[in-house]
């Protein structure tokens, strides 16, 4: 992959023995072991399969939330230094379900979800970045290299350049910035600015992210343009790029290939009653995805006579989220709705035409969904990237399958041989559903040889490994000696 910056430097013997990476989650949950106890286990996948290839005899630590309320005790598990930041649920209510997924979230995401501006879930947003930058300022040694990552935690780069101007600071967002004219709708918009430009290096997942921001960050005179990259702010420099993430595909490819995985998809289509095509989503239960635009284009499919019912079957997964908050309670009405719609007018008793599952799902479970499925949809309004698209892609190492992706999500500026469609345009929608069915098994081949490449050409581990190599070199390129 190549991000989008004007200069590569060379990493150093100056780079630093600790790299931080700071995210609102920590990537751990609770297992029961064989004895009853509890015990933490490291999340696989995710951004740890991502940054530990990139560590160079570093240490890695990582500061977040362990979920829920109340304390933890850091911990290493993994050789990960955990270190967790406690919640209460005033702050949750105001950073996480407020700040965060009330008013960040759909802004961000184009206005997909209705938008609340309240200064008390701001105030409850600015406290906890400030526990996460002290969190942070403590635990760092000096010279540490911090990666925080997303939208929950703009302020933090900020805070901690005030109190450990040291450190090199990276700042990654995993959803999509807006244009300006969303942006200056917030009414912190200055202060949020201000806080990620306490970073040294900045990411985004796409170019359109990186260039929304630098313009934002000009024209509401927080800083000023140097080139066509960078930002200078006080007496730094500051590198805005492109770093498009991507998923660790060896490891989705090889369990893909286990016969464990094979024997449950050829099971699960056997008990859908062996349909001529399979049709899958998997989301989180989000307004952003298009689930229910999806349904309703499925559903016109079946009304219309384009598609029937004894060939096709859908299963749509839609993993709990957020389900404290307003928008997403109602969203859950109205696709189980729809569900509800389609099952009633074109089911059979024992032969549902959608198969809808509001649960998690484990990593097998998913790939053998993946492997059943000949047709993956992937329909949001908007999406910082979309990794679902590039595990479906990642598991089709027989070259068979096809994609149906938003033009929208950031998936889309590499997957350029899927079949990308509006979301907004349910005719077009309902169109690409329909190629996708009736599309050639060679056509499918030639499109998936295409779609891998794209894959595996810019995997999670690259991702990480060119994000912190440029951070860590540049803090070295610009600060005095
Ligand atoms: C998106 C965000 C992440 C977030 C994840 C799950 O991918 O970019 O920051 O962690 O959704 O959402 P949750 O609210 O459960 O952490």
Known sequence: MSPTTEHSYALTDRSANQVIIVANRLPVRQVEQDDGTMDWQTSPGGLVAAVKPAMHDQNLTWVGWAGGEGQSSPMSVDGIELIPVALSKTELANHYDGMSNGTLWPLYHDRAGPVEFHRTWFDGYRQVNDKFATAVADAAEPNAVVWIHDYQLQLVPGMLRERRPDLRIG????????????????????????????????????????????????????????????????????EIAAFPIGIDTDRYEKAARSDDVEDRARDLRARLGQPQTVLLGVDRLDYTKGIDVRLRAFLELLADGRLSSSHVTMIQVAEP????????????????????????????????????????????????????????LVTPFADGMNLVAKEYVATRYDYTGSLVLSQFAGAAHELTDALTVNPYDIDAMKNAIASAIEMSPTEKQIRMQSLRLAVSNNTAPDWAASFLEKLGARAVATRPD
């Open 321 to 376: 989220s957020r389900d404290n908050v307003d928008a997403y309670i109602n969203l859950r009405g109205r696709v189980e709705q729809l569900v509800g719609e389609i099952n009633g007018d074109f089911g059979r008793v024992g032969f549902p035409v959608v198969h809808y599952i509001h649960q998690t799902h484990g990593f097998e479970d998913l790939l053998s969904l993946y492997r059943a499925a000949d047709v993956m």
């Open 171 to 238: 700042f990654f967002l995993h959803i999509p910035f807006p244009p300006s004219e969303l942006f200056i709708q917030l009414p912190w918009r200055e202060a949020i600015t201000r806080g990620i430009l306490g970073s040294d290096l900045i990411g985004f997942q796409t170019a359109s992210g990186a260039a929304n921001f630098r313009r934002v960050a000009a024209e509401l005179g927080v800083a000023t343009r140097e080139g066509s990259q960078r930002l200078r702010i006080d007496d730094r420099t500051i």
